[in-house]
């Protein structure tokens, strides 16, 4: 989830209360209106938002807020713990065309002591606190700095237009990619996953119940679009994509670190591109590290994908 603060003055403090599935009709407004402030085209829909508030154990009514104005809903704000390991993640949305100086820190302030009080809760002994910021969002890079983050990564959103076609690539020899097989294929992904992202900065230990409700749980999730590399007998890469209707999403793709290098990266990706061209699809959209160890970014770029726009990760410390 990203975040915009901004916009033109208006009148008395806004009115923050928790967030109900009665708003999100208008939560959903707003982020697209932040959306087209920040990337041009707004990029939220109800099912994003359904799919964000079903994570096991997350409970609008304790974690989000939303901020109330005589024009309407104008703010947002959430805290979760998505991935149960100590680094909690939050954020915050003003409407654009709404200027009140201290909304976005009320809203972030409401956010940072939930977290806190989750990481309490569930007895993390180091505990963090994430927030992405678009890279051109000045206003919201200079609340988080003021209030402690710091700047530890920077994640592209690459895109790929398939009107032209998909450049052919061979998968490597020894290997072959299957489709993914529901009931069969799920531990063995989720196992291959987590090796293959152990050294991303985000990566996790997330329970598999919670990866499989998770991932298998989304209401876009289609089994045609998801593969896995066989060595023999063996799980070494995988990808997870969705079929969003506007636009494809490559959720995750990995590799295990003695299968690198050799192309199946390339290969796997091409495979997924293939698969939403013939559906009709014409863009395809995924997110990568700037900086990972496993140089993602010339992968995409070899690709034909391009980067359409940055976000930057902030994080900060919970001190209780």
Known sequence: MDGDVGGAPSGAPSRI????????????????????????????TLEDLENDWSVDGFEPARDTWVAESPAGLVGYAYAGDEFRTGELEADVWVHPGHHEPELAGRLLGLAERRAARIAAERGYRDAWLDVFSGSDNRLKRDLLRRRGYALVRTVYRMTADLSAGVPAVVVPEGLEIRPFRLEADER???????????????????????WRVRLLGHADFDPGLWWIAWDGEQAVGGLIAYDHGDLGWVKGLGVRRPWRRRGLGAALLARALAAFRERGQVRVDLGVDAEGATRPLRLYERAGLRATSAFELYTRRLDG
């Open 17 to 44: 209360r928790p967030a109900t599935r009665g708003d999100m009709p208008e939560i959903v407004d707003l982020l697209c209106a932040c959306d087209v402030a920040e990337v041009g085209e707004p990029d939220s």
């Open 188 to 210: 063995p992904l989720y196992e291959l996953m987590n090796e293959a992202f152990e050294d991303f900065f985000l990566q996790s230990r997330e329970p598999f119940d919670a």
